[in-house]
């Protein structure tokens, strides 16, 4: 993946994260775990790719301001959830479940 367009995707997710921060879960969601579907979608189908993208939102300089905005919003650690997602991608990686 080009630096471009994965700048592009985490500036992307980490405003998602901030909108909702601000004003909350969209209606059409009971939950933030039926949110999470539409909010992973966003990020690369390719795993490799996708755990840089998640890597990068988690180290941008903006996100632990913003998952806590986001946590005391919608009651929900998504720095937890993005370090696990991390982990569980990176373990279908070394099982050759996928690419």
Known sequence: ???KELNITVEKQLKVLFDISEVGLPNCYTNV??????FYADFSW???ERIGEI????SHPDFNDVAKAFQAKVNFDI???????VLELTEMLNNGCSK
């Open 46 to 48: 390719l795993t490799v």
């Open 1 to 3: 993946m080009k630096t």
């Open 79 to 85: 720095a937890d959830e993005l370090d696990k997602a």
């Open 55 to 58: 890597k990068s939102l988690l």
């Open 33 to 38: 775990n039926k949110w999470l579907y539409d």
